[in-house]
């Protein structure tokens, strides 16, 4: 999705010299004051870790997370922190990757839209599980997540489109960055020891492109989460890094990318936070796809449309949707997820484009695989790529036709935090029930208050 | 150290197409019979292991190796693995971790002269500590050494010399692949596993160059058996990856080189075996100073040379060594290593260019200090840069002189098996006493024949 990066249009800063960005970065994870962000940025930390850990349970009996649990059990870890929405434990480290694995499976977490990195992954499963670890704070955890989220969007922003363009996944490769420095807040060490921890990181990008379609997608944020806790523990007992391990002749930005955008990656430092431009899917597949599912759902709920009524759906999209999801014949609930006529036609059948629309039965079902059918797609090159028009004409001969220019769930039109609670809620109910569900959404609006995490996590487990 | 890449002569074969690498290097490893290779390979891996095991043993007590344990311990991992040199027991990963580290502390351990790679530090390390983890014999850990190096060195070859040129540490970066390659091995995956297994590793290149100089350089192989741990575990429990890592459009050999060298990777598999062309060092410093120290040496044991007799000392070396080691005012042992004058004034006062040469207490020894500063080195541009000329003048007006063409340790002038067990002892024997070093290294000869590893592990603590 090389085009759906916004940092295309804004000139590289190559040929400047390269500021000490490790070293500033370190000093900014370690000194930033508890909380000294305004309330836009504080409300935006807490609804990403609401979305995350709702896709984290929601997840948490995929294969992929079987697979998982158990290879982490054959080294015998201790039973320290929570695998969330399972009964195992295990040590911080690995625990954070399983958890870190199972918040990206559905590909339904956040994304910063202009680095195309899901900030959570790495960074709040590799903060979650020291901070449960340690027993440290909410607060705390609050913190590290604000603060490593900013390093991993920035480490990003440092290399980027260039980096994702060579095909890196940038979620693992810049969100190790971030898991590290939010471990190193969480343990409160120094300027000197935090450079060391995000030198570490530096060394370990992980996440390949070609590796989209398969389990080891969301493995590289749960990889890049363990290898910022790695990172961290080691600089707090000493161990050391090149302190220009981002910013050298043989460092990260210049060994990972083929341009360098060295002034992105420090401007407003302290001041901007990157989460606040951090956003969350409704639909549970690719963005590219999100404004054809908007314009279709938006339809039906303004005409009160049923499938039997729908003779034909028109869509007018971007070329790069049906390049990337112009399957007409999908099989199964992966395939669906590349299908924008499958897409499409679940939302009109059942009003929704969530997880369920994209399994099996749903791939499945005799309304869907009908209307599918139905539905036509045209590219057209002048659409933004935000944008989908709908044309939906009913066998009664009306015809209604909607153009979106901003999904839901992008920068321009956010989720509400009614809409995070309703998204959590489908994800985490049919894993924890009813009643944990509830109590665990109220205690993430108010994590900030937690003296401990203890009983928090406690509901998370089944 | 480009230029000492022996690779740059060969022209790379881009343009061709890309073959099923992951697949085919996977079923190389799953399937080629046990010890089905001649003498020489036989022996090259028995040398690998016992130099790496002296290596790793001598260096158990260096502070970045007590740093990796505290660090690990932080985890409360299990005691089911051996730390080599130490009491402390953890996990296998995280025992791979710290004896990778351990390794490479010194920078005194093997080389694949055509890639750099340094391969026994990730394969070594995670083959031994999965070995001893399921208890299994010492064939299946030979057999697993000499493929799980193949794969490290013919995926350095894949992408080498350009991908170290970019900044890559390949010892890292390549020897992911190599663990995970042995690890699949000792487990005894199949064809379909360990393609899932290598798939896991190419996501998780690991080591820059910028980290020279840290302790984030041995850092790299540790980390890398730890990586090729995890991606062998995962798969066999199920976890997927695309099975064209390697050689897929956005895989392994594209993001990580501007170069892709697809028929070295390839050639001759399965008949010759990458191990066979291992060398190690008879000094602890870099190979770049190791002509002049072997002409130093020769000259001091022909002659029978005193420091007091000595006049004057004059090299001639290749541009690089003055480049890389041309510090003449060497003040801390790690200096030293940067110092062709200390190099050579400590091995003409001490007869050795061992671990304890490049010792703060040999760097401030008043005979060598002294003799350093009669020692003058001239860049020539026409020598190789394997071989050095020094010429020695004695206080009584004699003079002598010598050329290396090629140091000892070289391929063309390898160690012997008597060299190899006097490096060992000498850097065993401080740590485990003289009984267990020479226990040690007689079972590490007859390792191939052990049913089990656990009482040659046992003589690897102190």
């Known amino acids: 999705m090389d085009v759906t990066s916004k940092l295309q249009a804004s000139p590289p800063q190559t040929g400047a010299e390269a500021p000490p960005l490790t070293r500033e970065l370190a000093r900014f994870t370690a000194q930033h004051p508890s909380g000294a962000w305004d309330a836009a940025t504080e409300q935006a930390a807490l609804r990403t870790i609401l979305n995350w850990l709702g896709c984290a349970i929601g997840a948490a009996l995929h294969p992929a997370v079987d697979a998982a649990v158990a290879a982490m059990l054959d080294l015998d870890p201790p039973a320290s922190v929570t695998i969330l929405g399972r ?18 499976v559905f590909d339904y977490d956040d994304t910063h839209p202009t680095t195309l990195i899901h900030p959570s992954g790495p960074v709040v499963a590799a903060a979650l599980a020291v901070a449960e670890r340690y027993d440290l704070s909410g607060r705390a955890l609050v913190d590290a997540v604000v603060l490593g989220v900013d390093v991993a969007c920035r480490a990003g922003l440092l290399v980027c489109p260039e980096h994702y363009d060579r095909g890196w996944h940038v979620t693992g490769s810049a969100g190790v960055l971030g898991a590290a420095a939010a471990v190193a807040r969480l343990l409160e060490m120094d300027t000197q020891t935090t450079t060391m921890a995000l030198g570490l990181a530096a060394s370990q990008p992980i996440g390949l492109r070609e590796q989209f379609g398969s389990m080891a997608k969301p493995f590289h944020p ?22 220009t391990a981002l910013e050298g002749k043989r460092g990260y930005a210049r060994v990972l990318s083929d341009r360098q955008h060295w002034g992105r990656a420090l401007s407003g430092l302290g001041e901007r936070f990157e989460i606040v431009a951090n956003t969350f899917k409704p639909y549970a597949c690719g963005l590219v796809i999100h ?20 003779a034909s759906v028109a869509l007018r999209v971007h070329p790069l949707v049906l390049e990337l999801t112009g399957k007409t014949q999908p099989r199964t609930g992966l395939d669906g997820k590349f299908s924008v006529f499958h897409a499409c036609a679940a939302a009109l059948v059942r009003g929704a484009a969530g997880i369920a629309e994209f399994q099996q039965e749903a791939v499945e079902q005799p309304e ?32 209604f036709s909607h153009r979106v220019d901003h999904a839901l769930g992008s920068l321009e039109r956010p989720m509400s ?17 009813t009643d944990k569900a509830a109590h ?6 108010s994590l900030a208050e937690a003296r401990t995490l203890a009983p928090f996590l406690g509901q998370a487990r089944p």
């Open 368 to 399: 869907v695989v009908a209307l599918r059918g139905r539905i036509s797609a045209t590219a057209e090159d002048g659409l933004p790529h935000e944008a989908a028009h709908a044309t939906i004409v009913c066998k009664d001969g009306r015809s």
């Open 291 to 310: 404004p054809c599912i908007d314009a279709c759902l938006t339809l039906r709920a303004q005409h009160s449309l049923q499938p039997a009524d729908i």
């Open 440 to 445: 665990l959404q109220q205690s993430c609006w």
């Open 87 to 104: 009964r195992e434990k295990m040590d911080a480290a690995s625990a954070a990757l399983v958890n870190g694995i199972s918040s990206h």
């Open 417 to 433: 935090d009614h809409d995070l609670d309703a998204k959590f809620a489908a994800l985490v109910e049919p894993v924890l029930g």
């Open 222 to 243: 749960g990889a890049a989460a363990r290898a910022g806790i790695t990172s961290a523990l080691l600089a707090r007992r000493g161990f050391t890094a090149a302190a």
